[in-house]
């Protein structure tokens, strides 16, 4: 979320002395909300989606204690990995200002949720009716 035409009105006084400790740049860095809020919709939505797909499978598949939560815990990071691979080009920084962790760990309750609400359903359909 850099914007190429903030450096046009020459050098901020106040970013002087930063940029200075960087080397002497004089680049300015934008942050957009509306864009940072955009962007972690979709990837919630992706994740929300991955969470009832996945407790879907495991529930039609019969997977039981651990064996559903680590189903999850496998789709999810390779969810997250998908994402940052084929949506965000490698560029975490870019789309949302989050570390890695944060990234990964983010609304996890409410997909885990999901994720336990469908499995039982679709288990309780598949083996108890």
Known sequence: MMDPMAGLDG????????????????????????????????????????GIASGVVSGIVGLTGLEGLASFMILHSTVCVLIWSLKMNFNLKGFIRMTWWQYLTSGLQQYAMSFTLFWTLFYGLVYLY
């Open 11 to 50: 050098p901020d006084p106040a970013m002087s002395n930063a940029n200075d400790a960087d080397g002497g740049e004089n680049s300015k860095e934008v942050f957009d909300v509306v864009a940072f809020q955009r962007n972690m919709q979709r990837v919630d939505k992706i994740r929300s989606v991955m």
